[in-house]
Structure formats: structure tokens, C-alpha cells
């Protein structure tokens, strides 16, 4: 078969295979010019040069890149961006993916499906008709890093769960209830977990769907897959998926024309663990995975759900996906407190004592690490690995002293408060004495134009979000409207001396 990316062009260094139809093609291109002017040369090439365009199948825009680093960064920062610059220029795209390459890849043409992470699944095992590649079956230690708060990292995951023939990720053997730590800021959470874990088969779920949020490395991946172990244990039918997963998977199964059968296996199970729910994307699967949710809550079978924030600032998900998971127990995973990170932190270091036996840290030391790394467990991971490096590579004993140089960019990188929209609508109307109905209306008065455009660019400058997404959230506005405003609260600041103190100060009220 002939390799399509020895003959593919290349646009403004992004790839657009030869898998892609002339229309898609086209549409991809002019998006990377208006990715590149709106950017900047330097943001377009550092993120965007090696993204390439693998193929258009049911109205998802399959996307790869070479590295999970750059892969990680574009779904945080840049979905939006991507997806809503090239629905503009190709209409009959509704979701975007985005995957990493391999050297396999390279080798054959695009697939409709692109591969997941880990080892390759054959059509037998997938249940996929050969001739194309699925998404391949990856170690949970891989898949979901901020496992690690509440234990060590290994490189051994459990074998995947099965239930009537769909296929689970695999599960982590060392995430269960066992080995997580419990603290006030997760104590809640892990009852509800351990709730739904424990409840006898065929009892009526209490907590349904149960919804766990928070910031990254606290824990959720952690009682998901303790939730599963323990489910699959007492016999229950369990199914553990991201929502990444989820999304091609279900594209899959529309290739592959058995996306009824599709449904019927999921909604057969007992337990349903859906991982990075905030990265599921497109109108067609997320109408199913909601038709899903009601078709397990009516069946009374368990759905447990975590993300990186609470359901009403989903912003991407449509509005009865959101009232959906809004509707179960939603319980936030808080940051962990000192004392709770000292318990992580002796428990990393009784891990590494397995192989690095000399390996010491007295309590002073513990103590000051667990003190000044306020973030999440993956720096104590971090934090362990500097503090090992230092004591078998110096042969020196552990002093604080030693410890604060060691972790010295760790104590620096603190994971900013996150900013929302809300909150910035809510303080602005506070400051500026109107109400956010006010800031939200479509009132042109100049007390509540000035209000409402300083909340719009404290939305631009402070979230991730798109302008489109900013201007919906302002009463259903146009991106242009939202542009306007941005500059010309720019324009004001940089001429008005105290207009620029006023923005500096609500911008320090949102972030502290």
C-alpha cells in the first residue's frame, strides 16, 4: 500500500493527508491560515505545526500530532479554537479528535478510526472488521496520571475488564479503596464511592449519577477505579472508559455499522466509570452518551462520572448532558491539606525504600516537603524522585537544606485558581453596582455597556475560553461583539491610569 504521506502537501508546516477529500482538504488549509493569523507565526508554529489532518468520517475531524505532550496541550488550550475555526470553513464538522501518531501509522493509509494509546487491538479482539486500525488498549498508569496522588506509580495494570464483549480500559491494580488516603478535603467523595461500591447487586442506586470533580493529581481516577475493582469483585458487570475512549470508540462502531449492537452492550453493564468527561465533544455522541445515561439511571444501573470542574461550567457539553450529571450527588474532591500530603509523601517514600533500600528522609525534611508543595500529589511524586536522585547520586544525608534546593521548581509551579465566567460576571456587577442580569441583558445604557465589556475581557484574559464560547455566555452575543469589547477595554486601559488599576485589582480578587 502506498504510503500517502510521501506524497502529501504540505500548508504552513500542518500535513493534510491524502485520506482527506479534496473539499476537507481545502477547508483544513484555510483553517491553519486563519489558525496562523489570528495566533501569530510563533503560538501556530510551536503548537500547531505538526498538527495534521488525518480523515473527516460522520462529522468528526480526526487530528493527530507526534507527541502526548503536544496532544495534552492542544485539548487543554486550543480545542475550542481548533473546532470552532474549522466549522466555519467546513460546516458538516461537528467534533474534533485529537490523537497521537505512531510509526504503524505511517505505514498505511489514514484510518477512519485513529489508534488510542498502548498496544494495538486486532479486529478479532475489538470486534472491529479488519482493514482498518481501533483504538488501541493503554496501561492506566498512562491513561491517567493523577492517579498517582493517593499511590506509587507502577508499570504493571491490571488486565481489562470485559462485559458481553465491550471492552473496558484497563484497570489499575494498586488504585483501590485499600490504598487511598483519606483526608477532609476527599472524605466525602470517598464515602459516596465506597457507597456505590459496596451496594449489593441489584439494589437501587442512591446516588445517581455520582459526579466527582476537581483539579488534577487529587484522586478521582483513583476511587473510579477503586469503584471498579470492588464492583468487579462482587460480580457486577463494570465498564471504565475516558470519555476520550468513549468518543472513538462510538465512532468506531458507526464505521464499522454496529453501532446498535454498540448500545446494547453498553447499556447492559452494571456499572458505568467515565473518565475526563470535559473532553467529550461533538452533538451526535453526546446525544448518544446522554441517551445512555437515561437508558442506565432508568434500567437502575450505576453511572459515576468524574471531570476537571463542576457540570454547569461544561461550557462544550449541550445543556441536557449538563442538567443530566447535574441531577446525581456532584461532589468536589478539595485540594489536599498538609497533613493529608505528609501521609502521600511517607507513603512514596516507603515505596521507594522497596528498591532503594539506604533511602532515607528524616521527619524534618517529610515535614518541610509536605509544607511547601501545596499543589497535588503528582510534585510529591516529583518531589520523592529529587529527593532519591540526591541521596543515591551524592551519597549525602537528607538535610532540609538540601530538600529546598532539590525542589526548588516545584515549590515555584502552583497550579493557578481557576477562573470562571460566572465569577467574573458576578464580581464585575458587584464592583460596578448593576446586577448580572444587567451585565447579561441586551440594555445599552452606559452604566451597564462599561461593566459588561470589562467582564468580557476579563473572560478573554483570565479563561481559556473561546470568543464565541465567552459571548454565549454573555447573553448569546456574537464573537465579534466580544472582540470589540476586549479592545476596546484594551484601548481605555492604556490610556486611563486608574481604569488600569481598577482591572489589575478585579483581576487579583478573581485569582486569589
Given at each position: 500500500?502506498?504510503?500517502p504521506?510521501a506524497s502529501?502537501?504540505?500548508?504552513?508546516?500542518a500535513?493534510?493527508?491524502?485520506s482527506?477529500?479534496?473539499?476537507h482538504?481545502?477547508?483544513?488549509?484555510?483553517t491553519?491560515r486563519?489558525l496562523?493569523a489570528?495566533?501569530g507565526?510563533?503560538?501556530?508554529t510551536?503548537?500547531?505545526g505538526r498538527l495534521?489532518?488525518d480523515a473527516?468520517?460522520?462529522g468528526v475531524?480526526?487530528?493527530?500530532?507526534p507527541?502526548r505532550?503536544?496532544?495534552?496541550?492542544?485539548q487543554s488550550?486550543?480545542t475550542d479554537?481548533?473546532?470552532?475555526?474549522?466549522?466555519a470553513e467546513?460546516?458538516?464538522?461537528?467534533?474534533?479528535?485529537v490523537d497521537v501518531?505512531?510509526?504503524?501509522r505511517?505505514?498505511?493509509l489514514?484510518p477512519?478510526?485513529?489508534e488510542n494509546r498502548?498496544h494495538q487491538s486486532t479486529?478479532?479482539?475489538?470486534?472491529?472488521?479488519s482493514?482498518?486500525l481501533?483504538?488501541?488498549p493503554?496501561?492506566?498508569?498512562?491513561?491517567?496520571?493523577?492517579?498517582?496522588s493517593?499511590?506509587m506509580?507502577?508499570?504493571?495494570p491490571?488486565?481489562?475488564?470485559d462485559?458481553?464483549g465491550?471492552?473496558s480500559s484497563?484497570l489499575?491494580?494498586r488504585?483501590?479503596?485499600?490504598s487511598?488516603l483519606?483526608?477532609k478535603?476527599?472524605?466525602?467523595?470517598?464515602a459516596?464511592?465506597?457507597r456505590?461500591?459496596?451496594?449489593?447487586?441489584?439494589e437501587?442506586p442512591?446516588?445517581?449519577?455520582l459526579?466527582?470533580?476537581?483539579?488534577?493529581g487529587l484522586?478521582?481516577?483513583?476511587l473510579l477505579?477503586a469503584?471498579?475493582?470492588?464492583?468487579?469483585?462482587?460480580?457486577?458487570?463494570?465498564i471504565?472508559?475516558?470519555?476520550?475512549?468513549?468518543m472513538y470508540?462510538?465512532?468506531c462502531?458507526l464505521?464499522?455499522?454496529?453501532a446498535?449492537?454498540?448500545k446494547e452492550?453498553l447499556?447492559?453493564i452494571d456499572?458505568l466509570l467515565?473518565?475526563?468527561?470535559?473532553?467529550?465533544?461533538?452533538k451526535?455522541?453526546?446525544?448518544e452518551f446522554c441517551?445512555t445515561?437515561?437508558?442506565?439511571?432508568?434500567?437502575?444501573r450505576?453511572?459515576?462520572?468524574a471531570a476537571?470542574r463542576p457540570?454547569?461550567?461544561?461550557?462544550?457539553?449541550?445543556e441536557?448532558v449538563?442538567?443530566?450529571l447535574?441531577?446525581?450527588l456532584?461532589?468536589e474532591?478539595g485540594?489536599?491539606d498538609e497533613?493529608l500530603?505528609?501521609?502521600?509523601?511517607e507513603m512514596r517514600?516507603a515505596?521507594?525504600?522497596?528498591?532503594?533500600?539506604?533511602f532515607?528522609?528524616?521527619?524534618?525534611?517529610a515535614a518541610?516537603?509536605a509544607?511547601?508543595i501545596?499543589?497535588?500529589?503528582?510534585d510529591l511524586?516529583?518531589a520523592?524522585?529529587?529527593?532519591?536522585a540526591?541521596v543515591?547520586?551524592t551519597?549525602a544525608?537528607?538535610?532540609?537544606?538540601?530538600?529546598?534546593?532539590a525542589?526548588?521548581?516545584l515549590?515555584?509551579?502552583?497550579?493557578p485558581k481557576?477562573?470562571?465566567?460566572?465569577?467574573?460576571?458576578?464580581?464585575?456587577?458587584?464592583?460596578y453596582?448593576v446586577s448580572r442580569?444587567?451585565?447579561?441583558?441586551?440594555?445599552?445604557?452606559a452604566t451597564?455597556?462599561?461593566?459588561?465589556q470589562?467582564?468580557?475581557?476579563?473572560?478573554k484574559v483570565?479563561?481559556?475560553r473561546?470568543?464565541?464560547?465567552?459571548g454565549?455566555?454573555f447573553g448569546?452575543?456574537?464573537?465579534?461583539?466580544?472582540?470589540?469589547a476586549?479592545r476596546?477595554?484594551e484601548?481605555l486601559?492604556?490610556?486611563d491610569g486608574?481604569l488600569?488599576e481598577?482591572i489589575?485589582l478585579?483581576?487579583?480578587m478573581?485569582?486569589e
Amino acid at each position: 500500500m502506498m504510503n500517502p504521506r510521501a506524497s502529501a502537501p504540505r500548508l504552513e508546516s500542518a500535513q493534510t493527508p491524502t485520506s482527506v477529500d479534496d473539499g476537507h482538504a481545502e477547508a483544513w488549509k484555510r483553517t491553519c491560515r486563519r489558525l496562523r493569523a489570528e495566533l501569530g507565526e510563533d503560538v501556530f508554529t510551536s503548537w500547531f505545526g505538526r498538527l495534521e489532518l488525518d480523515a473527516v468520517r460522520d462529522g468528526v475531524a480526526l487530528l493527530s500530532v507526534p507527541t502526548r505532550f503536544l496532544k495534552s496541550w492542544i485539548q487543554s488550550h486550543y480545542t475550542d479554537k481548533i473546532l470552532a475555526t474549522l466549522t466555519a470553513e467546513a460546516p458538516s464538522v461537528t467534533a474534533i479528535l485529537v490523537d497521537v501518531r505512531t510509526s504503524a501509522r505511517s505505514a498505511h493509509l489514514r484510518p477512519s478510526v485513529p489508534e488510542n494509546r498502548g498496544h494495538q487491538s486486532t479486529g478479532a479482539s475489538s470486534g472491529a472488521p479488519s482493514g482498518f486500525l481501533v483504538e488501541r488498549p493503554t496501561a492506566v498508569f498512562e491513561e491517567s496520571p493523577r492517579a498517582s496522588s493517593n499511590a506509587m506509580r507502577q508499570p504493571r495494570p491490571t488486565t481489562s475488564v470485559d462485559a458481553d464483549g465491550l471492552s473496558s480500559s484497563p484497570l489499575d491494580r494498586r488504585l483501590t479503596f485499600s490504598s487511598f488516603l483519606v483526608g477532609k478535603s476527599n472524605q466525602l467523595a470517598h464515602a459516596a464511592a465506597q457507597r456505590i461500591a459496596t451496594a449489593a447487586p441489584g439494589e437501587a442506586p442512591i446516588y445517581n449519577p455520582l459526579y466527582l470533580h476537581s483539579a488534577v493529581g487529587l484522586g478521582k481516577t483513583h476511587l473510579l477505579q477503586a469503584i471498579g475493582h470492588t464492583a468487579n469483585e462482587a460480580g457486577k458487570r463494570v465498564i471504565y472508559l475516558t470519555a476520550e475512549k468513549f468518543m472513538y470508540r462510538f465512532v468506531c462502531a458507526l464505521k464499522a455499522h454496529t453501532a446498535i449492537a454498540f448500545k446494547e452492550k453498553l447499556r447492559g453493564i452494571d456499572v458505568l466509570l467515565i473518565d475526563d468527561v470535559q473532553f467529550l465533544q461533538g452533538k451526535s455522541i453526546q446525544q448518544e452518551f446522554c441517551h445512555t445515561l437515561n437508558a442506565l439511571i432508568d434500567a437502575g444501573r450505576q453511572i459515576v462520572v468524574a471531570a476537571d470542574r463542576p457540570p454547569s461550567d461544561l461550557e462544550s457539553l449541550e445543556e441536557r448532558v449538563r442538567s443530566r450529571l447535574a441531577g446525581g450527588l456532584c461532589v468536589e474532591m478539595g485540594g489536599l491539606d498538609e497533613q493529608l500530603r505528609l501521609k502521600i509523601l511517607e507513603m512514596r517514600i516507603a515505596a521507594a525504600k522497596v528498591s532503594q533500600p539506604g533511602f532515607d528522609v528524616p521527619a524534618p525534611v517529610a515535614a518541610y516537603v509536605a509544607r511547601v508543595i501545596e499543589t497535588n500529589g503528582r510534585d510529591l511524586d516529583g518531589a520523592v524522585s529529587r529527593l532519591l536522585a540526591r541521596v543515591t547520586l551524592t551519597g549525602a544525608a537528607l538535610t532540609v537544606e538540601m530538600a529546598e534546593d532539590a525542589i526548588r521548581d516545584l515549590v515555584r509551579t502552583r497550579e493557578p485558581k481557576r477562573v470562571k465566567i460566572e465569577d467574573i460576571q458576578k464580581l464585575v456587577a458587584t464592583h460596578y453596582n448593576v446586577s448580572r442580569a444587567d451585565i447579561l441583558s441586551s440594555r445599552r445604557t452606559a452604566t451597564v455597556v462599561r461593566p459588561r465589556q470589562i467582564a468580557m475581557y476579563l473572560a478573554k484574559v483570565l479563561t481559556l475560553r473561546s470568543l464565541p464560547e465567552i459571548g454565549r455566555r454573555f447573553g448569546g452575543r456574537d464573537h465579534t461583539t466580544v472582540l470589540h469589547a476586549v479592545r476596546k477595554i484594551e484601548g481605555l486601559a492604556g490610556k486611563d491610569g486608574s481604569l488600569s488599576e481598577e482591572i489589575e485589582l478585579l483581576k487579583r480578587m478573581l485569582v486569589e
